[in-house]
């Protein structure tokens, strides 16, 4: 079955950076676009970034310019290079492809 393992969140300062990965296994992960979602507290999930499978990219407004995302077809994982992160960067975030979650990892941007 399909599953999706997210990695390398934490507790860090404004400005700092951080680096999520995401490991998908159990269907054809380089035919496959991705992308990272996230959740805060009290408000709806939404859309940070996808990468489709020739790795075009598309980003929220809020994040363009500081968040990269990639995939390394190879390893069947798609990351987030997070930098100049923002108090309201904090959020739970959720990788996706498909109708497929994975478990999320949680980001704090706090001092």
């Known amino acids: 079955q399909v599953q999706l393992v997210e990695s390398g969140g934490g507790l860090v300062q404004p400005g700092g950076s951080l680096r999520l990965s995401c490991a998908g296994s159990?269907?054809?992960?380089?035919?496959?676009?991705m992308g990272w979602y996230r959740e805060a507290p009290g408000k709806q999930r939404e859309l940070v970034a996808t990468?489709?499978?020739?790795?075009?990219?598309n980003y929220a407004d809020s994040v363009k310019g500081r968040f990269t995302i990639s995939r390394d077809n190879a390893k069947n994982t798609v990351y987030l290079q997070m930098n100049n992160l923002k108090p309201e960067d904090t959020a739970v975030y959720y990788c996706?492809?498909?109708?497929?979650w994975g478990q999320g990892t949680q980001v704090t941007v706090s001092s």
């Open positions: 159990g269907y054809m992960f380089s035919i496959s676009p």
């Open positions: 996706k492809t498909g109708v497929h």
């Open positions: 990468i489709t499978t020739i790795s075009t990219t």
